[in-house]
Protein backbone atom coordinates (compact mmCIF):
# COMPACT_ATOMS: atom_id res chain seq x y z
CA UNK A 1 0.00 0.00 0.00
CA UNK A 2 3.16 2.12 0.98
CA UNK A 3 5.50 1.13 -2.34
CA UNK A 4 5.30 3.40 -5.41
CA UNK A 5 4.56 6.62 -4.10
CA UNK A 6 6.25 9.95 -4.01
CA UNK A 7 8.08 11.27 -1.02
CA UNK A 8 6.08 14.53 -1.58
CA UNK A 9 2.69 12.64 -0.81
CA UNK A 10 3.87 11.75 3.05
CA UNK A 11 5.09 15.56 3.59
CA UNK A 12 1.34 16.40 2.60
CA UNK A 13 0.11 13.76 4.86
CA UNK A 14 1.67 14.80 7.95
CA UNK A 15 1.24 18.35 7.08
CA UNK A 16 -2.50 17.55 6.60
CA UNK A 17 -2.84 15.51 9.66
CA UNK A 18 -0.93 18.33 12.12
CA UNK A 19 -4.05 20.70 10.79
CA UNK A 20 -6.61 18.49 11.41
CA UNK A 21 -5.99 17.56 14.45
CA UNK A 22 -6.29 20.97 15.69
CA UNK A 23 -9.55 21.58 13.67
CA UNK A 24 -11.33 18.35 14.60
CA UNK A 25 -10.15 18.90 18.34
CA UNK A 26 -12.20 22.19 17.83
CA UNK A 27 -15.66 20.43 15.83
CA UNK A 28 -15.21 17.69 18.30
CA UNK A 29 -16.76 20.58 21.28
CA UNK A 30 -17.92 23.13 19.13
CA UNK A 31 -21.89 22.88 19.19
CA UNK A 32 -21.20 21.66 22.77
CA UNK A 33 -19.47 25.16 23.79
CA UNK A 34 -22.14 27.22 21.92
CA UNK A 35 -24.67 25.90 24.09
CA UNK A 36 -22.70 25.49 27.59
CA UNK A 37 -21.51 29.40 27.10
CA UNK A 38 -24.51 30.97 25.43
CA UNK A 39 -27.39 28.88 25.93
CA UNK A 40 -28.45 28.13 22.95
CA UNK A 41 -31.22 25.78 21.61
CA UNK A 42 -30.33 23.14 18.98
CA UNK A 43 -31.21 24.58 16.63
CA UNK A 44 -29.58 28.02 17.08
CA UNK A 45 -26.11 26.10 17.73
CA UNK A 46 -26.74 24.25 14.66
CA UNK A 47 -27.34 27.20 12.50
CA UNK A 48 -23.90 28.58 13.78
CA UNK A 49 -22.02 25.03 12.93
CA UNK A 50 -23.47 24.66 9.52
CA UNK A 51 -22.91 28.10 8.71
CA UNK A 52 -19.36 28.00 9.97
CA UNK A 53 -18.75 24.37 8.23
CA UNK A 54 -20.19 25.72 5.12
CA UNK A 55 -17.93 28.63 5.10
CA UNK A 56 -14.73 26.52 5.56
CA UNK A 57 -15.92 24.58 2.69
CA UNK A 58 -16.63 26.94 0.50
CA UNK A 59 -13.86 29.45 0.21
CA UNK A 60 -11.24 26.63 -1.12
CA UNK A 61 -13.23 27.77 -4.03
CA UNK A 62 -11.51 31.17 -4.06
CA UNK A 63 -8.32 29.48 -2.61
CA UNK A 64 -8.05 27.32 -5.72
CA UNK A 65 -8.54 30.39 -8.06
CA UNK A 66 -5.88 32.67 -6.38
CA UNK A 67 -3.40 29.45 -6.20
CA UNK A 68 -4.13 29.02 -10.21
CA UNK A 69 -3.99 32.61 -11.35
CA UNK A 70 -2.10 34.21 -8.96
CA UNK A 71 -0.10 32.86 -5.93
CA UNK A 72 1.05 29.28 -6.50
CA UNK A 73 0.16 26.10 -4.46
CA UNK A 74 3.14 26.20 -2.24
CA UNK A 75 2.77 30.05 -1.22
CA UNK A 76 -1.16 29.92 -1.20
CA UNK A 77 -1.30 27.22 1.44
CA UNK A 78 1.58 28.37 3.91
CA UNK A 79 -0.30 31.85 3.51
CA UNK A 80 -3.37 29.48 4.93
CA UNK A 81 -1.50 28.11 7.50
CA UNK A 82 -0.84 31.60 9.01
CA UNK A 83 -3.95 32.83 8.76
CA UNK A 84 -6.12 29.81 10.18
CA UNK A 85 -3.11 30.05 13.37
CA UNK A 86 -4.67 33.63 13.54
CA UNK A 87 -8.15 32.47 14.22
CA UNK A 88 -7.55 29.67 16.32
CA UNK A 89 -5.80 32.01 18.93
CA UNK A 90 -8.91 34.13 18.38
CA UNK A 91 -11.15 31.83 19.74
CA UNK A 92 -8.73 30.00 22.71
CA UNK A 93 -9.27 33.86 24.37
CA UNK A 94 -11.46 32.67 27.68
CA UNK A 95 -14.34 35.09 27.99
CA UNK A 96 -17.45 35.11 30.62
CA UNK A 97 -20.96 33.84 29.75
CA UNK A 98 -22.44 37.10 28.84
CA UNK A 99 -19.70 38.41 26.35
CA UNK A 100 -16.79 36.98 23.49
CA UNK A 101 -19.57 36.18 20.75
CA UNK A 102 -18.26 38.82 18.54
CA UNK A 103 -14.86 37.59 19.03
CA UNK A 104 -16.16 34.08 18.22
CA UNK A 105 -17.26 34.66 15.26
CA UNK A 106 -14.45 36.50 14.06
CA UNK A 107 -12.34 34.00 15.07
CA UNK A 108 -14.76 31.56 12.82
CA UNK A 109 -14.01 33.76 9.82
CA UNK A 110 -10.59 33.92 10.04
CA UNK A 111 -9.92 30.55 10.34
CA UNK A 112 -12.55 29.73 7.03
CA UNK A 113 -10.07 32.14 5.04
CA UNK A 114 -7.36 30.40 6.12
CA UNK A 115 -8.90 26.85 5.16
CA UNK A 116 -9.93 28.33 2.28
CA UNK A 117 -6.31 29.42 1.44
CA UNK A 118 -5.05 25.59 2.51
CA UNK A 119 -7.27 22.75 2.38
CA UNK A 120 -8.41 22.56 -1.64
CA UNK A 121 -4.51 23.63 -2.55
CA UNK A 122 -2.75 20.99 -0.50
CA UNK A 123 -4.97 18.14 -2.28
CA UNK A 124 -4.36 19.63 -5.85
CA UNK A 125 -0.39 19.52 -4.64
CA UNK A 126 -1.23 15.91 -4.14
CA UNK A 127 -2.92 15.41 -7.24
CA UNK A 128 -0.25 17.12 -9.41
CA UNK A 129 2.51 14.11 -7.82
CA UNK A 130 0.38 11.73 -9.79
CA UNK A 131 0.53 13.49 -12.94
CA UNK A 132 3.64 11.87 -13.65
CA UNK A 133 3.34 8.37 -15.49
CA UNK A 134 5.71 6.71 -12.97
CA UNK A 135 3.41 7.42 -10.28
CA UNK A 136 -0.12 7.52 -12.48
CA UNK A 137 -1.69 4.37 -11.77
CA UNK A 138 -1.52 4.84 -7.79
CA UNK A 139 -3.28 7.82 -8.10
CA UNK A 140 -6.39 6.26 -5.84
CA UNK A 141 -4.23 5.03 -3.28
CA UNK A 142 -2.74 7.91 -2.64
CA UNK A 143 -5.69 9.95 -1.97
CA UNK A 144 -6.28 6.71 0.48
CA UNK A 145 -3.19 7.59 2.00
CA UNK A 146 -3.60 11.06 2.35
CA UNK A 147 -6.87 10.32 3.83
CA UNK A 148 -6.08 8.27 7.03
CA UNK A 149 -3.27 11.46 7.59
CA UNK A 150 -6.82 13.51 7.83
CA UNK A 151 -8.41 10.97 10.34
CA UNK A 152 -5.06 10.11 12.11
CA UNK A 153 -5.01 13.54 13.05
CA UNK A 154 -9.38 13.62 14.04
CA UNK A 155 -8.38 10.34 15.74
CA UNK A 156 -7.04 11.68 18.88
CA UNK A 157 -8.97 14.79 18.99
CA UNK A 158 -11.71 14.28 21.23
CA UNK A 159 -9.54 12.85 23.67
CA UNK A 160 -7.34 15.84 23.56
CA UNK A 161 -10.55 18.23 23.75
CA UNK A 162 -11.99 15.85 26.52
CA UNK A 163 -8.03 15.62 28.59
CA UNK A 164 -7.96 19.70 28.30
CA UNK A 165 -11.53 20.25 29.14
CA UNK A 166 -11.35 17.50 32.26
CA UNK A 167 -7.95 18.71 33.42
CA UNK A 168 -9.08 22.52 33.82
CA UNK A 169 -12.11 21.94 35.50
CA UNK A 170 -10.90 19.79 37.97
CA UNK A 171 -8.78 22.87 38.47
CA UNK A 172 -12.28 24.71 40.08
CA UNK A 173 -13.12 21.33 42.01
CA UNK A 174 -15.62 20.61 39.17
CA UNK A 175 -16.41 17.24 36.91
CA UNK A 176 -18.29 17.27 33.58
CA UNK A 177 -21.49 16.45 33.97
CA UNK A 178 -24.14 16.32 30.49
CA UNK A 179 -27.06 17.50 32.71
CA UNK A 180 -25.73 20.53 33.94
CA UNK A 181 -25.41 23.39 31.72
CA UNK A 182 -29.12 23.10 30.17
CA UNK A 183 -30.39 22.84 33.85
CA UNK A 184 -27.86 26.05 34.49
CA UNK A 185 -29.07 28.33 32.14
CA UNK A 186 -33.10 27.18 32.77
CA UNK A 187 -32.56 28.15 36.08
CA UNK A 188 -31.00 31.48 35.58
CA UNK A 189 -33.44 32.39 33.11
CA UNK A 190 -36.16 32.06 35.78
CA UNK A 191 -37.71 28.58 35.70
CA UNK A 192 -37.90 27.14 39.05
CA UNK A 193 -39.32 23.79 37.64
CA UNK A 194 -35.55 22.67 37.26
CA UNK A 195 -34.16 23.60 40.42
CA UNK A 196 -34.90 20.05 42.60
CA UNK A 197 -32.95 18.54 39.02
CA UNK A 198 -30.36 21.24 39.47
CA UNK A 199 -29.52 20.92 42.68
CA UNK A 200 -29.39 17.07 42.92
CA UNK A 201 -26.54 17.20 40.66
CA UNK A 202 -24.73 20.20 41.65
CA UNK A 203 -24.20 18.30 44.82
CA UNK A 204 -21.80 16.26 43.45
CA UNK A 205 -19.75 19.10 42.54
CA UNK A 206 -17.11 19.66 45.29
CA UNK A 207 -17.13 23.83 44.34
CA UNK A 208 -20.83 23.78 45.46
CA UNK A 209 -20.08 22.75 48.89
CA UNK A 210 -17.58 25.75 49.09
CA UNK A 211 -20.44 28.24 47.76
CA UNK A 212 -22.51 26.87 50.58
CA UNK A 213 -25.33 25.70 48.40
CA UNK A 214 -25.88 28.86 46.69
CA UNK A 215 -27.45 27.80 43.05
CA UNK A 216 -27.26 30.69 41.20
CA UNK A 217 -23.50 31.64 42.03
CA UNK A 218 -22.80 27.39 41.48
CA UNK A 219 -24.98 27.72 37.87
CA UNK A 220 -22.84 31.05 36.80
CA UNK A 221 -19.43 29.21 38.00
CA UNK A 222 -19.70 25.83 36.11
CA UNK A 223 -20.82 27.43 33.22
CA UNK A 224 -17.55 29.85 32.86
CA UNK A 225 -15.43 27.43 34.02
CA UNK A 226 -16.70 24.70 31.45
CA UNK A 227 -16.62 27.34 28.72
CA UNK A 228 -13.17 28.81 29.88
CA UNK A 229 -12.21 24.83 29.16
CA UNK A 230 -13.57 24.71 25.88
CA UNK A 231 -11.49 27.95 25.16
CA UNK A 232 -8.19 25.99 26.03
CA UNK A 233 -8.93 23.24 23.88
CA UNK A 234 -9.29 24.90 21.12
CA UNK A 235 -5.81 26.23 21.48
CA UNK A 236 -4.33 23.14 20.64
CA UNK A 237 -5.22 24.18 17.25
CA UNK A 238 -2.57 26.87 17.28
CA UNK A 239 0.24 23.94 18.52
CA UNK A 240 -0.75 21.80 15.70
CA UNK A 241 -0.78 24.32 13.27
CA UNK A 242 3.10 25.45 13.94
CA UNK A 243 3.78 21.32 13.49
CA UNK A 244 2.22 21.91 10.30
CA UNK A 245 3.91 24.78 9.44
CA UNK A 246 7.13 23.30 10.36
CA UNK A 247 6.94 20.17 8.12
CA UNK A 248 5.43 21.52 5.03
CA UNK A 249 8.22 24.47 5.04
CA UNK A 250 11.22 22.34 6.13
CA UNK A 251 10.76 19.76 3.60
CA UNK A 252 9.65 21.59 0.39
CA UNK A 253 12.57 20.34 -1.55
CA UNK A 254 9.98 16.79 -1.97
CA UNK A 255 6.91 18.08 -3.44
CA UNK A 256 8.78 21.55 -4.95
CA UNK A 257 8.74 20.18 -8.79
CA UNK A 258 4.84 19.17 -8.54
CA UNK A 259 4.06 23.15 -7.20
CA UNK A 260 3.58 24.63 -10.56
CA UNK A 261 0.39 25.70 -12.09
CA UNK A 262 -0.23 25.60 -15.67
CA UNK A 263 -0.10 29.56 -16.06
CA UNK A 264 3.89 29.04 -14.46
CA UNK A 265 4.54 26.30 -17.04
CA UNK A 266 3.26 28.32 -19.51
CA UNK A 267 6.01 31.03 -18.90
CA UNK A 268 8.76 28.70 -18.41
CA UNK A 269 9.59 27.42 -22.14
CA UNK A 270 11.09 24.19 -20.38
CA UNK A 271 8.06 22.90 -19.20
CA UNK A 272 5.25 24.30 -21.93
CA UNK A 273 6.12 20.65 -23.10
CA UNK A 274 4.34 19.09 -20.52
CA UNK A 275 1.03 20.42 -20.35
CA UNK A 276 -1.84 19.01 -21.35
CA UNK A 277 -4.27 20.86 -24.02
CA UNK A 278 -8.08 19.88 -24.21
CA UNK A 279 -10.87 20.81 -26.52
CA UNK A 280 -13.71 23.26 -25.57
CA UNK A 281 -15.78 19.67 -25.48
CA UNK A 282 -13.65 18.02 -23.39
CA UNK A 283 -13.21 20.61 -20.82
CA UNK A 284 -17.25 20.87 -20.96
CA UNK A 285 -17.89 17.33 -20.77
CA UNK A 286 -15.10 16.97 -17.81
CA UNK A 287 -16.59 20.19 -16.28
CA UNK A 288 -20.26 18.98 -16.31
CA UNK A 289 -19.09 15.48 -15.06
CA UNK A 290 -17.40 16.95 -12.12
CA UNK A 291 -20.36 19.27 -11.35
CA UNK A 292 -22.80 15.92 -11.20
CA UNK A 293 -20.80 14.35 -8.72
CA UNK A 294 -20.52 17.38 -6.80
CA UNK A 295 -24.35 17.96 -6.45
CA UNK A 296 -24.37 14.12 -5.15
CA UNK A 297 -21.85 14.84 -2.55
CA UNK A 298 -23.86 17.58 -0.89
CA UNK A 299 -26.37 15.44 0.61
CA UNK A 300 -23.50 13.27 1.47
CA UNK A 301 -22.08 15.75 3.73
CA UNK A 302 -25.08 17.04 5.08
CA UNK A 303 -25.62 13.58 6.45
CA UNK A 304 -22.12 12.94 7.40
CA UNK A 305 -21.86 15.92 9.76
CA UNK A 306 -24.24 15.21 11.63
CA UNK A 307 -21.37 13.16 13.66
CA UNK A 308 -20.43 16.91 15.18
CA UNK A 309 -23.92 18.31 15.27
CA UNK A 310 -27.25 15.88 15.69
CA UNK A 311 -25.12 12.63 16.66
CA UNK A 312 -23.09 14.63 19.37
CA UNK A 313 -26.04 15.77 20.97
CA UNK A 314 -27.85 12.60 21.06
CA UNK A 315 -24.73 11.20 22.52
CA UNK A 316 -25.02 13.67 25.05
CA UNK A 317 -29.07 14.22 25.84
CA UNK A 318 -29.59 10.33 24.88
CA UNK A 319 -27.23 7.98 25.64
CA UNK A 320 -25.85 6.55 28.65
CA UNK A 321 -22.26 8.77 30.12
CA UNK A 322 -21.00 5.42 31.70
CA UNK A 323 -19.97 2.08 30.67
CA UNK A 324 -18.72 -0.97 32.18
CA UNK A 325 -15.14 -2.55 31.88
CA UNK A 326 -15.39 -4.19 28.13
CA UNK A 327 -17.30 -1.39 26.85
CA UNK A 328 -14.92 1.24 28.08
CA UNK A 329 -12.23 0.21 25.36
CA UNK A 330 -13.61 1.53 22.72
CA UNK A 331 -13.99 4.95 24.39
CA UNK A 332 -10.22 4.85 25.67
CA UNK A 333 -7.97 5.56 22.25
CA UNK A 334 -4.78 4.37 25.49
CA UNK A 335 -6.89 0.92 25.49
CA UNK A 336 -8.18 0.69 22.02
CA UNK A 337 -4.85 1.63 20.01
CA UNK A 338 -2.43 -1.41 21.28
CA UNK A 339 -4.72 -3.97 21.12
CA UNK A 340 -5.44 -2.92 17.11
CA UNK A 341 -1.44 -2.86 16.55
CA UNK A 342 -1.46 -6.22 18.38
CA UNK A 343 -3.60 -7.67 15.63
CA UNK A 344 -1.50 -5.91 13.19
CA UNK A 345 1.55 -7.71 14.41
CA UNK A 346 -0.51 -11.39 14.80
CA UNK A 347 -1.24 -10.10 11.01
CA UNK A 348 2.84 -10.01 9.79
CA UNK A 349 2.75 -13.22 12.13
CA UNK A 350 0.61 -15.59 10.20
CA UNK A 351 0.63 -13.70 6.66
CA UNK A 352 2.42 -16.12 4.06
CA UNK A 353 4.54 -13.80 1.94
CA UNK A 354 5.79 -12.21 5.62
CA UNK A 355 10.01 -12.64 5.88
CA UNK A 356 11.42 -14.47 8.80
CA UNK A 357 12.55 -10.96 9.85
CA UNK A 358 8.88 -9.26 9.48
CA UNK A 359 7.33 -12.93 11.31
CA UNK A 360 9.45 -11.84 14.48
CA UNK A 361 8.90 -7.99 14.30
CA UNK A 362 4.99 -9.21 13.92
CA UNK A 363 5.20 -11.49 17.27
CA UNK A 364 7.26 -8.79 19.23
CA UNK A 365 4.60 -6.53 18.04
CA UNK A 366 1.68 -8.84 19.13
CA UNK A 367 3.09 -9.71 22.80
CA UNK A 368 4.03 -6.12 23.52
CA UNK A 369 1.21 -3.84 22.84
CA UNK A 370 -0.97 -6.81 24.43
CA UNK A 371 0.79 -6.19 27.38
CA UNK A 372 0.48 -3.18 26.93
CA UNK A 373 -3.03 -3.20 26.42
CA UNK A 374 -3.55 -5.82 29.35
CA UNK A 375 -1.94 -3.21 31.93
CA UNK A 376 -3.96 -0.43 30.78
CA UNK A 377 -7.47 -2.39 30.44
CA UNK A 378 -7.13 -3.87 34.20
CA UNK A 379 -6.99 -0.37 35.23
CA UNK A 380 -10.68 0.32 34.40
CA UNK A 381 -13.42 0.65 37.06
CA UNK A 382 -16.79 -1.67 36.74
CA UNK A 383 -18.38 1.96 36.00
CA UNK A 384 -16.07 4.11 33.85
CA UNK A 385 -17.86 7.78 32.85
CA UNK A 386 -16.83 9.97 29.46
CA UNK A 387 -18.08 12.57 27.30
CA UNK A 388 -20.48 13.03 24.82
CA UNK A 389 -17.54 14.66 22.16
CA UNK A 390 -15.54 10.97 22.53
CA UNK A 391 -17.99 9.13 20.32
CA UNK A 392 -16.89 11.30 17.32
CA UNK A 393 -13.48 9.53 17.68
CA UNK A 394 -14.82 6.08 16.04
CA UNK A 395 -14.77 7.45 12.71
CA UNK A 396 -11.27 8.72 12.20
CA UNK A 397 -10.13 5.49 14.06
CA UNK A 398 -12.26 3.30 11.80
CA UNK A 399 -10.58 5.14 8.56
CA UNK A 400 -7.53 4.37 9.92
CA UNK A 401 -8.01 0.70 10.86
CA UNK A 402 -10.36 -0.29 7.56
CA UNK A 403 -8.04 1.62 5.02
CA UNK A 404 -6.06 -1.11 4.51
CA UNK A 405 -9.01 -3.54 4.14
CA UNK A 406 -10.81 -1.30 1.71
CA UNK A 407 -7.58 -0.70 -0.34
CA UNK A 408 -6.72 -4.49 -0.53
CA UNK A 409 -10.97 -5.50 -1.25
CA UNK A 410 -10.18 -2.56 -4.82
CA UNK A 411 -6.74 -4.05 -5.25
CA UNK A 412 -8.43 -7.73 -5.43
CA UNK A 413 -11.10 -6.38 -7.24
CA UNK A 414 -8.90 -4.93 -10.03
CA UNK A 415 -6.54 -7.83 -10.08
CA UNK A 416 -9.78 -9.31 -11.73
CA UNK A 417 -10.98 -6.58 -13.81
CA UNK A 418 -13.85 -6.01 -11.48
CA UNK A 419 -13.16 -2.95 -9.77
CA UNK A 420 -15.44 -1.00 -9.77
CA UNK A 421 -15.49 2.96 -11.33
CA UNK A 422 -15.24 6.13 -8.85
CA UNK A 423 -18.34 6.98 -9.93
CA UNK A 424 -20.10 4.30 -8.58
CA UNK A 425 -18.26 3.62 -5.62
CA UNK A 426 -19.68 7.06 -5.02
CA UNK A 427 -22.88 5.91 -5.72
CA UNK A 428 -22.01 2.84 -3.47
CA UNK A 429 -21.19 5.03 -0.74
CA UNK A 430 -24.57 7.18 -0.68
CA UNK A 431 -26.80 3.73 -0.13
CA UNK A 432 -24.42 2.66 2.55
CA UNK A 433 -24.39 5.98 3.85
CA UNK A 434 -28.54 5.20 4.39
CA UNK A 435 -27.98 2.21 5.85
CA UNK A 436 -25.87 3.58 8.88
CA UNK A 437 -28.91 5.88 9.59
CA UNK A 438 -31.71 3.25 9.18
CA UNK A 439 -29.64 2.02 12.15
CA UNK A 440 -30.17 5.29 14.34
CA UNK A 441 -34.00 5.01 13.05
CA UNK A 442 -33.96 1.86 14.82
CA UNK A 443 -31.86 3.17 18.18
CA UNK A 444 -34.82 6.05 18.60
CA UNK A 445 -37.76 4.07 18.49
CA UNK A 446 -37.60 3.33 21.98
CA UNK A 447 -37.01 7.50 22.77
CA UNK A 448 -40.75 8.20 21.25
CA UNK A 449 -42.49 10.59 23.37
CA UNK A 450 -39.29 11.79 24.38
CA UNK A 451 -37.59 13.76 21.35
CA UNK A 452 -36.31 17.44 22.09
CA UNK A 453 -39.21 19.31 21.21
CA UNK A 454 -41.13 16.78 24.05
CA UNK A 455 -38.79 17.54 26.84
CA UNK A 456 -37.65 20.99 26.57
CA UNK A 457 -34.15 20.07 24.87
CA UNK A 458 -32.74 18.64 28.16
CA UNK A 459 -30.85 15.40 28.60
CA UNK A 460 -33.87 12.44 29.32
CA UNK A 461 -34.53 10.75 32.22
CA UNK A 462 -31.71 7.93 33.26
CA UNK A 463 -34.33 5.29 32.59
CA UNK A 464 -34.86 6.25 28.93
CA UNK A 465 -31.09 6.75 27.58
CA UNK A 466 -29.58 3.93 24.72
CA UNK A 467 -26.96 2.40 24.85
CA UNK A 468 -23.84 3.34 23.11
CA UNK A 469 -23.52 0.23 20.15
CA UNK A 470 -26.45 1.91 18.60
CA UNK A 471 -23.78 5.46 18.03
CA UNK A 472 -20.82 3.17 17.37
CA UNK A 473 -22.35 1.13 14.62
CA UNK A 474 -23.76 4.03 12.94
CA UNK A 475 -19.96 4.94 13.06
CA UNK A 476 -18.89 2.78 11.61
CA UNK A 477 -21.33 1.87 8.51
CA UNK A 478 -20.85 6.00 8.00
CA UNK A 479 -17.39 5.22 7.75
CA UNK A 480 -17.17 2.34 5.33
CA UNK A 481 -19.47 4.83 3.37
CA UNK A 482 -16.73 7.62 3.66
CA UNK A 483 -13.91 5.35 2.25
CA UNK A 484 -16.48 4.53 -0.64
CA UNK A 485 -17.32 7.82 -1.53
CA UNK A 486 -14.34 10.85 -0.52
CA UNK A 487 -11.35 9.90 -1.77
CA UNK A 488 -12.33 7.99 -4.39
CA UNK A 489 -14.13 11.64 -5.18
CA UNK A 490 -11.14 13.21 -4.67
CA UNK A 491 -9.20 11.02 -6.77
CA UNK A 492 -11.63 11.41 -9.70
CA UNK A 493 -11.42 15.52 -9.36
CA UNK A 494 -7.96 15.36 -9.49
CA UNK A 495 -7.90 12.62 -12.61
CA UNK A 496 -11.00 14.69 -14.46
CA UNK A 497 -10.35 18.57 -14.04
CA UNK A 498 -8.98 20.13 -16.76
CA UNK A 499 -5.30 21.26 -16.13
CA UNK A 500 -5.82 24.77 -15.72
CA UNK A 501 -8.98 24.69 -13.13
CA UNK A 502 -7.05 21.90 -10.78
CA UNK A 503 -7.03 24.59 -7.86
CA UNK A 504 -10.11 25.61 -8.42
CA UNK A 505 -12.32 22.33 -9.04
CA UNK A 506 -10.62 21.01 -5.85
CA UNK A 507 -12.30 23.94 -4.38
CA UNK A 508 -15.67 23.40 -5.86
CA UNK A 509 -15.69 20.10 -4.68
CA UNK A 510 -15.00 21.73 -0.92
CA UNK A 511 -17.40 24.37 -1.68
CA UNK A 512 -19.91 21.55 -2.63
CA UNK A 513 -19.18 20.14 0.33
CA UNK A 514 -20.05 23.58 2.25
CA UNK A 515 -22.99 23.25 0.62
CA UNK A 516 -23.85 20.07 2.37
CA UNK A 517 -22.68 21.57 5.60
CA UNK A 518 -25.00 24.30 5.79
CA UNK A 519 -27.58 20.99 5.05
CA UNK A 520 -26.83 19.90 8.55
CA UNK A 521 -28.18 23.21 9.93
CA UNK A 522 -31.51 23.28 7.79
CA UNK A 523 -31.90 19.76 8.45
CA UNK A 524 -31.46 20.83 12.03
CA UNK A 525 -34.49 22.96 12.21
CA UNK A 526 -36.95 19.63 12.47
CA UNK A 527 -34.45 18.39 15.59
CA UNK A 528 -37.15 19.72 18.28
CA UNK A 529 -39.88 19.54 15.97
CA UNK A 530 -40.58 15.94 14.72
CA UNK A 531 -39.59 12.45 16.69
CA UNK A 532 -36.11 11.44 16.79
CA UNK A 533 -36.20 8.42 14.02
CA UNK A 534 -38.25 10.51 11.80
CA UNK A 535 -35.13 13.03 11.70
CA UNK A 536 -33.29 10.61 10.76
CA UNK A 537 -35.65 9.15 8.45
CA UNK A 538 -35.17 12.68 6.42
CA UNK A 539 -31.45 11.83 6.04
CA UNK A 540 -32.13 7.87 5.00
CA UNK A 541 -34.31 9.32 2.13
CA UNK A 542 -32.22 11.97 1.11
CA UNK A 543 -29.26 9.64 0.76
CA UNK A 544 -31.51 7.22 -1.49
CA UNK A 545 -32.42 10.11 -3.88
CA UNK A 546 -28.89 11.07 -4.32
CA UNK A 547 -27.99 7.37 -4.54
CA UNK A 548 -30.36 6.67 -7.24
CA UNK A 549 -29.31 9.93 -9.46
CA UNK A 550 -25.21 9.15 -9.39
CA UNK A 551 -26.43 5.68 -10.84
CA UNK A 552 -28.75 7.18 -13.44
CA UNK A 553 -26.17 9.09 -14.70
CA UNK A 554 -23.31 6.42 -14.35
CA UNK A 555 -22.24 6.17 -17.66
CA UNK A 556 -21.82 9.52 -18.44
CA UNK A 557 -19.64 9.78 -15.72
CA UNK A 558 -17.56 7.16 -16.69
CA UNK A 559 -16.87 8.56 -20.23
CA UNK A 560 -16.03 11.87 -18.60
CA UNK A 561 -12.89 10.03 -16.97
CA UNK A 562 -11.59 8.28 -20.05
CA UNK A 563 -11.70 11.44 -22.22
Same mark, same amino acid.
Given at each position: MLKGHPKGLFIAFFANMGERFGYYTMIAIFVL??? =??????? =?????????????????????? &? &?ADRLLGYGKTI????????????????????????????????? &??MGTGLFKGNLQALVGNLYDDPKYSKNRDVAFNIFYMGINIGAMFAPTAAESISNMMLKRYNLFYKADIPALAHKYLGGDAGVEASLRGFASDQGAFADMGGDLVSFSKYYINHLAESYHWAFGVACLSLVASMLIFWGFRKYYKHADLTERQKAKDETLRGNMVVLTRTQVRERMIALFLVFFVAMFFWMSFHQNGAAMTVFARDYTVDSVGRFTNIWFDLFGLLPIFLSLIGLIFVIRKKSTRTHKLIGALAFVGFAIIAYLRISGYSDSNDFTPQKFQHFNPFFIV?????VVGYFTWLASRDREPSAPKKIGIGMIITSVGFTVMIIGSLSLMGYSPGDIGEIRAPSDRLVGPYWLITTYFTLTIAELFLSPMALSFISKVSPPQYKGMMQGAWLAATAIGNYGVALVGIFWNKVQLWIFWGILVVACVLAASFIFSILKRLEKATES
Open positions: FLQ =AKYGFDY =AKASQYFGLFLACVYFLPLFGG &I &ISLGLIVMFAGYLMIAIPTTMDGGLPLIISGLVV &ISALTPL
